[in-house]
């Protein structure tokens, strides 16, 4: 949204790779873009999963960061639940749940709040970690930024958020 | 109510937070000063959306209520 002076601004950490979690985030994303705040989420470590491209079961460089990025697969349409996951029939009540009522899918709000000009910053050092690379993740991202970025745009803030 | 209705935006069988993020996006295409009507059927939005006007700086002209239907009426600032 432009004009977003005075308007606040509102900084989330997505730190969990979890549906419902992520979803939290982007529901409280959206509303705040729609009140026209600017709006930063910094995804690391499980939260990248959020923001991951579907496909490429292998990635990394070494046995260790394939092996972890074969048993953390997942992307927006593709993820766990913190609670009752029940093997995978969890996310798919819950989703169908969703639907229902019309709650827009991950998928739906990662879209929504980049049209919005919600700014996706996926966290430097956990790719380094996991041996994921730029093009690991979809288009709506910005900039890869490090811990200190993230600070000075979270000091900025008036409303942080850790999920 | 002494108004004249510019838009009308269906937001009805939508839920928390899109009719914000549809109102948003609706009164972003409209002219200062011109009028929209907000439909939905969402009992949250009946508190968020005045509240989302008073954030934003939009004027609520009103709330009518038809059987389901939540009817609000925000003036473009």
Known sequence: MSDVKNKGSVTIVLFSGEMDKAIAAFVIATAAASMSMQVNIFFTFWGLKAIRKEGGLIKGQNWMQKMLNIMNYGHAKKLAISKLNMMGMGPMMLKSMMSQKRVPSLHEFIKTAHALGVKFYPCEMSMTVMGLKKEDFIEECGEIIGAVSYLAKAKESNINLFI | ?77
Not at chain 2, 63 to 77: P, V
Request: hydrophobic letters at 40%; charged letters at 30%; aromatic letters at 4%.
């Open chain 2, 1 to 77: 109510m002494e108004f004249e209705i510019d838009k009308t935006l269906d937001a009805r069988g939508l839920s928390c937070p899109m009719p914000s993020v549809k109102t948003a996006l609706a009164l972003e295409q409209m002219g200062v000063g011109e009028v929209l009507e907000v439909l939905t059927d969402d009992p949250v939005s009946k508190r968020d959306l005045p509240v989302w006007a008073e954030s934003t700086g939009n004027k609520l002209l009103g709330i009518k209520e038809e059987e389901k239907t939540i009817k609000i009426y925000l003036r473009k600032a």
